[in-house]
């Protein structure tokens, strides 16, 4: 644009004056009784499974009274695909494959608790830098699980930003993961008994040059999102999960902290090394999207810490215990749980004495924790039910099985 | 086809219009946002800046109505074969479809459940098929090199049919 | 820390659970009852403090289905299990109101294992459709064959014989 053209414009402003009030249309009036007596009803509206903000394939069904929320209820199955059911007719080394698939976005957790499981079933002593390995997988794996929450998260609320800059965090922690484990995102890295292979040379300059970063691109997103004004009233007291109801509904992980209960099994039940490292949990007050958005970027930063404590101390030793080729745990049943991003995600297991398992059970956090929506959506706007699934962190593979 | 080098100043360029259009298709594949699984991380990071899809004209559209080319990234169940059928109807022509993944493609490591459809080519026509579990980005952009070689020549080959009938 | 077993025990009899049988197992502290006395024994334990239901978990066994209640105080910071044993198809009272996360738990194992649950305000399928057919995770219901997940139209070639076979 010229500066004449910009004058030109400024001039017809000018010459336009005050602002016109915008003729009312005249279909209107002619409702008889006046717009109250309108004849409305309730609008069933299908969100999805094909829907950008729905992460996945979730479905659900709200009933809408123009903009505002009367019932909600989530259809889910889009991706149910058998896991436990498969996981009856595979042998114990070969069930890490099947549960990486089920929560794909943080295999390493979802294989320490299938591990932790089967090494108490079957009395298998781990050794030390295993569980320091896992430890630290883990952790780098919460930050990549969190920042793919964040992208989408700000995608929800209308920010499409974050989500390129996450991408590129997540380029450089799944470089990490390829280089310890070989692969991107199906790692099948933790087994029972320890870890596959040894926690490689060169992967360390790798994590201590993203641990390097990371508190300035933390700081980068806060920029981004944390104090964006048109970010903060999205989230600030929408969506409010009040303690109660976070504990009735079986919620676990950021949304149970987030409404303040401060549970977090890495504290709470010790396992791995945690018992030995320091570490605090961030906490929320209200339990709105605001604080569980809060609770997951103080996670990061404290998760970061964590990996450099635990690369730090990583002790010498042995990798992996000795673990016979086809695994027979003696019978018996066993539940062991980690604190995955999302939550408590326990396998429980019950074991017949064969090489197969009776049956597995996958804890699903993600599913407790969404089951929260028929509660709390009603009374909400449509726009705020996207942020509010978002803030609950779904991945649908787990939810499904 | 480099159009910058072939038109100058005052140049004129004959071309015919189904070719000019099958070029234009094939470097602005735009596809669905519609992930179903594991897959569909890969395929995020697949649009990421790292290997960043959109310098290829193959960006992502929330609506089927404004989209070219569906990937499937994930298992398909029976429960949501009718939602992917439906999604593939709704797409204007002309339309294609890539199986993105082992589940897509054949049911994968789930294929034994009686609940997952062995491969999404029994609910809509495929065109690619990428394997994987999941694809790398780089499979994936492989892929769509394949569907692009696919576009060309199938023009070609119906220009060719037509000239051998007149 | 884990709970007193006596003290569940006591428990369940003040709210008169009749037959409950509690006992220390490698899982952890373990009430059985009979499957009509659930929703009173999981109502009598809420009050207790264990009002997180943190799993459900059911198992066929052939002749009969276990269910296992995995319960959890925040207030005491422990763990308790009941457990009960209904036979196929048969109807196990909803603990929704004392515990709103069974609501999804107990659809899923509605579906799953052909249980019903009288008192559930919302008794759809959560994760299948009715063309899954069996409920799945049962025992007698197999997986696919191999022959049936083979592709239509792939052919293995048999391998030619060499020259020196034929020589």
Redesign the interface.
Known sequence: MTADQVKRAADAIAAEGTLVAPKVPTGLRRVPGGVDALATEHLVVNMGPQHPSTHGVLHILLELDGEEIIAAEASLGYLHRGIEKLAEHRRYHQIGTLLDRADYVSGFHTEWAYSMAVERLAEIEVPARAEWIRALMSELNRIASHLLWLGTFGMDTGAMGPFLYIMRDREALLDIFETVSGARMMFNYVRPGGVVMDFPLQAEPLIRAFLDTWDGYLDEYHDLLTGNEIFRPRVKGIGVIPRSTAVAFGMTGACLRGSGLPWDLRKTRPYGPYAELDFEVPLGTTGDNWDRYMVRMEEMRWAARLARQLLDGLPEGDFTAKVPKVLRPPAGEVYAAVESPRGELGVHILSDGSDVPYRLRLRSPALFNLSVVDEVLPGSLIADAVVTVGSLDIVLGEIDR | MALDRLTGENSVLFVRSEQLFDTARRNSLWYLLFGIACCAIEMMHAGGPRFDFDRFGIFHRGTPRQSDVMIVAGTVNKKMAHTVKRLYEQMPNPKWVIAMGACASTGGPFRMYPNVVLGVDQVVPVDVYVPGCPPRPEALQYGFMQLQEKIRSTSEERLAARRDRA | MPPDATALSRTLVSAGVEGAGVSE????VLARVPTDAVAGALAALAEDGY?????L????SGEALELTY?LRS?GT?DEVFVRAVAGHGAEVPSVWET???A???EREAAEMFGLSFPGHP?PK?????D???EP??LKSVP??AHHE?A?PGIVRVAPEPSQEDEG
């Open positions: 197992e490698a899982l952890g009002s997180f239901l943190v799993d978990f059911v198992t066929d995995h925040f910071d515990h709103p996360a609501l999804y738990a919302n399928r959560l994760l299948t459709t063309e899954i057919g799945p995770l997986l696919r997940v592709r």
